[in-house]
């Protein structure tokens, strides 16, 4: 396991691991099997990471990771199996560090939102917020 400190790559620490094979991730806990299927999140499949240089912090991102960053309309990208880092101007006034992070929903996206909303977790725009950390809800 290799841990990248914040400060000598931008936005968030990186924690980079592997198991021999995904039913030997015992960072889970010894049952987290019996919790991994049948709830409404399916994966977490993307991470923004908000800075005042996203091209610096999207760049020192894919060097570490062996991928090449890349510029799209709405910012930097660096691709994942499975998913993708962003990396956008802050935007909040937070600073640098975890913008927001989309969630893959196996059920119907609004029902989730709803849910959310009952428990005081959208806000004025209609987002979901977790500890100042906005969820994007993605159809699974």
């Not at 709830?39 to 499949?45: D, S």
């Not at 929903?105 to 005081?120: I, P, W």
């Amino acid at each position: 396991m290799s841990h990248v400190h914040p400060k000598d790559i931008g936005g968030a620490i990186l924690s980079v691991d592997s198991m021999p094979t995904w039913g030997d991730w015992r960072w889970g806990g010894p049952a987290w099997r019996d919790h991994a299927e049948g709830g409404l999140a399916a994966a977490i499949v993307a991470a923004e990471l908000q800075g005042p240089e996203p091209a610096r912090m999207a760049q020192r991102w894919g060097e570490v990771l062996g991928r090449e960053a890349h510029e799209t309309d709405e910012g930097w990208r660096v691709p994942l199996e499975g998913g993708e880092l962003r990396f956008v101007l802050d935007h909040d006034g937070r600073g640098e560090g975890l913008a927001a992070f989309d969630v893959a929903v196996r059920d119907d996206v609004e029902g989730v939102r709803g849910k959310a909303d009952s428990l005081g977790l959208v806000d004025e725009a209609g987002e979901v917020v977790l500890c100042g950390t906005r969820v994007r809800l993605v159809p699974a």
